[in-house]
């Protein structure tokens, strides 16, 4: 258990409305720099989605944030998947929504199929904790080796599901950035997308965390085009290799010029962690 969790019941389903209402400001600001950047970028208004991340957030939070109009949320580590996925399902079914494997029983209590909210685990996985993620979670968008794409692969496949993997690539070339080589990428997703058990949906990358817009702008620019190689492979299982997860609170508008279609956001949702 990560120190934080025993400061901050991240179970917690209420918060005030003072706090509630600073959490839909924050989306609704972010969504405004989303919308501002597709057309500023000529693209298609509502072609980029954003996913919040909920690290260090409760379930009183994240349902703020739903409630303001998030459609996707993501968390960095399995040990709070584990501790907000029930409450945070539970909840959202009572609103008409559904999380991870409580899809088809939240239809059957509505009476209508639910509107799904997408569960991606966007931080490191390490292979002893991929059962606290399956099935809660939709999309690992960490993948970064064979060896751990065989991992869930197999596991996946004894609980008789499919999961969403995004490959992470190290565009920055950070030593203190995950991900897989730019150099490997194309092969590994390749190799991913003929795994029983696993759905290739995309890549993933964190831009490099310098201040020159051009560096920042050729890491993403090079993931979208391994993306279109990818595609253009005809490789069995990359057909549906088409998401760019990139681009976070203070870079997402370079992403979504170089082609994201998921922006990762917490803080200017949120706020400052109060924890790391």
Partial sequence: MTAYMDHKDLANEIIDQARAQEIADGVHRVLDRIAAAESAAGREAGSVRLLAATKTRDVG?????????????GENRPQEVAVKSAGLAKRLEEHGFSLGVVESDAAAVTGAAATHIPF????QLQS????????VVDTIESVDSIELAEKIARRATM????????LEVNESGEESKSGCAPSHAIDLAKRIGSMGGL?????????AHVDDERTIREGFA???RTRDQILASGAEGTSGCTELSMGMTHDLAYAIEEGSTIVRVGTAIFGERAFI
């Fill in 61 to 73: 939070e994240i349902l703020a944030a739903i409630d303001a109009g998030v459609r996707m949320i």
């Fill in 120 to 123: 991606h685990l966007i931080g």
């Fill in 128 to 135: 002893n904790k991929i059962g606290k993620v399956l099935p």
């Fill in 159 to 166: 609980r008789g599901i499919t999961v969403g993997v995004l």
């Fill in 199 to 207: 759905e290739l949906q995309g890549l993933m990358t964190i831009g």
């Fill in 222 to 224: 090079h993931l979208r």
